[in-house]
């Protein structure tokens, strides 16, 4: 299939076009390369750089494109509530200019990377699909309400789509992982500090109702996330929205997270508790039964330590390559 990747030079987008070209399909990446990477990009791949909402209707132009995946947005949930406009406009806006532009060219089909941040604070856990949605920060606000366009969208004009929604996203494909700017998720946090590029890791409040006191988060790992897209994309079906859950169907806790890295790595990582933050939930779990039943999707890497080795394999030639790099410039 001939398929455009909007946001495809980041982390999950990289290593999602990597196994679409490894399938043997033809693909275009638009990234404006604020959070991407160049590097990330397999041979093979064309790069547009540019906005979406800048770039999307000339690259459709083109034609023949069977599909398009969406990986583009901004996602740091602190950061949507200081500026909320932002994300609206570049979550919400721009899907739209790439819905209306898949339309005006008749691009049939849609994969879109949602959020399980759409179903807030839930009650009960692991988190289904029909749960009521209730955000609580305009990030997941956002992704909610793209969702919503792309049900009227395919009831309305035929699009076949799947929005897919995870948590946690870790592990690393080859060459390909986290190396973003700004980092906010735990394991390369954790990765960081055995680099010596953080002093300590923080593990916020250890009096939730957990085994450990420490929170509990979903993981899933990005090889295994990748195969649900390449599913997803395959089975779309005209006139169809369909939402999946995608997790690993159990939780680690931050404590056991950080004994895992120091396990793998075999370095101390000194950590430290600070207060709870306001909005954390103590466990977040997100099952995954309905994919499984309905697509066949079976994740092959769910044991935290398979993930952490291989964040731990890429972490360490990134520095391994910044050390070089240092040598070379004394």
Known sequence: M?????GGAGYVG???????????HDVTVIDNLSTGNRDALVDGVRLVEGDVQDTVNDVLTEGGFDGVLHFAARSLVGESMEVPEEYW?????TSLTLLNAMREHNVPSLVFSSTAATYGEPEIVPITEDMPTQPTNPYGATKLAIDYAITSFCTAHGLAATSLRYFNVAGAYGSIGENRAIETHLIPLVLQVAL???EKIYMFGDDWP???????????HIRDLADAHLRALETNRAGEHRIFNLGSGDGYSVREVIEMCREVIGHPIPSEIAPRRAGDPATLIASSDKIKA????????TDLRTIVEDAWAYTAQLGDKAHSATRQKN
């Open 89 to 93: 406009q570049d979550n919400l806006v």
């Open 2 to 6: 001939k398929l455009l990747v909007t």
């Open 14 to 24: 990289s290593v999602c076009t990597a196994v679409l070209v490894e399938s043997g």
């Open 210 to 220: 957990t085994k450990d006191g420490t929170a509990v988060r979903d993981y899933i």
């Open 196 to 198: 010596g590029h953080r």
């Open 294 to 301: 309905e697509l066949g999707w079976n994740p092959t890497r």
